[in-house]
């Protein structure tokens, strides 16, 4: 999925909620989490999180079982600065999870 946003001022925040769900026929597990896209140079003016929908971390070895359902939510947030750029910053951001059997 592609998605294109303007976060224009400290404090703005874009929000996706995505379902992933196990169609498989054994149980999964997280093996992987992967947040790509924002440089040491910009984590100060961008927080990029990727949680589970109620804000609870996902963290290596959750399990997803054979059809269930999880609401992921993936949180773009401006962060408060002192100096706001002069010029547009467009960044590229990736989120993967992967699932291994569990």
């Known amino acids: 999925m592609t998605y294109a946003v303007s976060l224009y001022q400290p404090g703005d925040q874009v929000i996706y909620n995505v379902d992933v769900r196990n169609t498989g026929s054994i149980n999964a597990k997280v093996s992987s989490i992967s947040l790509t896209g924002v440089s040491a140079a910009l984590a100060a003016n961008v927080t990029y999180t990727l949680t589970y929908a109620d804000g609870t971390e996902i963290l290596p070895d959750d399990t997803l079982d054979v059809n269930q359902s999880r609401t992921l939510r993936l949180t773009v947030t401006y962060n ?8 547009d910053i467009p960044l590229s951001l990736g989120a993967t999870i992967t699932y291994i059997q569990a």
């Open 80 to 87: 408060n600065v002192t100096e706001v750029p002069a010029t």
